[in-house]
């Protein structure tokens, strides 16, 4: 059984993939007009989240940790930009921690829609205790990885936001929408 669930970023540089910088340019800012960079960066970020919430899976680095108490968790809803880091586990009876060999275990695709099943080929008996079991998974893209179309997507939807300071309306962008579509979990 799940214990803890936590999100922690791996850095602010993977957290967000458009930098300000990268913004600006989209806005046509100079780069040494500094007045409005605070505000960019609220667009920067409020467009990663509403692409992420369009398509329904992270876009940004982060790492999702997940402590258990027990090898009983079946299926995780993951995407196809997820992979898992490492399961670390304290042996029955042993206070010192050991990382599984990665060759133990793999997300395979689960009966469930837009869940994958983590599939271990043994479980060992564990301790009891409520952190037993430490699953880190890895979410999202780098910016290496990132499909250019979600970038244009997050591009359009910062532009968007600049330009219109007030609120629309229509309420979104259909060219972004069009851009992230393809990417978009159905449930």
């Known amino acids: 059984m799940v214990t803890e669930v936590s999100i922690v970023p791996f850095s602010e540089n ?5 930098t300000l910088a990268k913004a600006k340019k989209q ?14 960066q609220v667009y920067i970020d409020a467009a990663q989240s509403a692409a992420e919430n369009y398509i329904g899976r992270v876009i940004g680095r982060r790492k999702l940790i997940l402590k258990m108490n027990s090898f009983d968790l079946k299926e995780i809803e993951a995407s196809s930009n997820e992979k898992i880091e490492s399961v670390v586990y304290f042996p029955a009876g042993e206070t010192e921690s050991v990382t599984m060999p990665a060759d133990q275990y793999k997300l395979k695709t689960s009966n469930v829609i837009n869940c994958f099943e983590i599939g271990f080929l043994s479980t060992p008996e564990v301790a009891d205790r409520p952190d037993a079991i430490t699953i880190t998974v890895v979410q999202g ?3 290496a990885e990132c499909p250019k ?13 600049y330009d219109r300071r007030e609120d629309r309306e229509q309420g979104n962008n259909p060219a972004s929408n069009n851009l992230l579509r393809p990417y978009r979990r159905y449930n």
């Open 27 to 40: 806005l046509r800012i100079e780069a040494s007009i500094t007045d409005e960079d605070d505000l960019i």
């Open 141 to 143: 893209y780098t910016l």
């Open 149 to 161: 179309a979600i970038i244009q997507a997050m591009n359009l939807l910062i532009s968007d936001y």
């Open 14 to 18: 993977e957290a967000s993939l458009i």
